[in-house]
Antibody, heavy 120, light 107 residues
Framework: QVQLVQSGTELKKPGASVKVSCQAS????????ISWVRQAPGQGLEYMGW????????VYAQNLQGRVTMTADTSTRTAYMDLRSLRSDDTAVYFC?????????????WGQGTVVTVSS | EIVLTQSPATLSLSPGEGATLSCRAS??????LAWYQQKPGQAPRLLIY???FRATGIPARFSGSGSATDFTLTISSLEPEDFAVYYC?????????FGQGTKVEIK
């Protein structure tokens, strides 16, 4: 069965960086893009971007351009989301997810979420 | 950016009642709209994609309809496990966007 398993809770100071991992199993990793979605406490969902493990192609939300990098390691079937220059409003649960199709969306398989807290 | 506006913000209903949730897009998204259910502390769960297709394992009491700018998620008869927050999401244009959510609560 398809599974996405994310790395654990992170506590970071403002200005630091965080790298969240998402290990995939149960399907052909290269074929499906991995998307990243975040949810601030008590808020809605924000689509951050996605990566194609096949060719490394990425698309990012404009408000995160310059601070976010998404990568994928096909040898370990793991996707990564690196967010730099953290601010308090980056405090959120970060989810990786896979689509129904090889396209980024709609998102049918989700990781369990990684809590990232940014606080001094 | 396409803005998705969901209504109502909160729906107070009893088990067994039907629920109708609305999602309106600021631009034409064709049929590229999905619905998700989210419970506290959990990841979202895909219910409906491409406006009207039920995802695998989703009960038949969930149905989606609409196209272009107006979409509806209907729950024919609420089960206790259906009380949750529901989000719509478009994939017509990047950035993909979510609505702000409709909370279905027990009356």
């Amino acid at each position: 069965q398809v599974q996405l398993v994310q790395s654990g809770t992170e506590l970071k100071k403002p200005g630091a960086s965080v790298k969240v991992s998402c290990q995939a199993s149960g399907y052909t990793f290269n074929i499906y893009t991995i998307s990243w979605v975040r949810q601030a406490p008590g808020q809605g969902l924000e689509y951050m971007g996605w990566i194609s493990p096949y060719d490394g192609n990425t698309v990012y939300a404009q408000n995160l351009q310059g601070r976010v990098t998404m990568t994928a390691d096909t040898s370990t079937r793991t996707a990564y989301m690196d967010l730099r220059s953290l601010r308090s409003d980056d405090t959120a649960v970060y989810f990786c997810a896979r689509g129904v199709y090889s396209e980024p969306s709609p998102l049918v398989y989700w990781g369990q979420g990684t809590v990232v807290t940014v606080s001094s | 950016e396409i803005v998705l506006t969901q209504s109502p913000a909160t729906l107070s209903l009893s088990p067994g009642e039907g629920a109708t949730l609305s999602c309106r897009a600021s631009q034409n998204v064709g049929s590229f709209l999905a619905w998700y259910q989210q419970k506290p502390g959990q990841a979202p769960r895909l219910l409906i994609y491409d406006a009207s297709f039920r995802a695998t394992g989703i009960p038949a009491r969930f149905s989606g309809s609409g196209s272009a700018t107006d979409f509806t998620l209907t729950i024919s008869s609420l089960e206790p496990e259906d009380f949750a927050v529901y989000y719509c999401q478009q994939r017509s244009n990047w950035p993909y966007t979510f609505g702000q959510g409709t909370k279905v609560e027990i009356k």
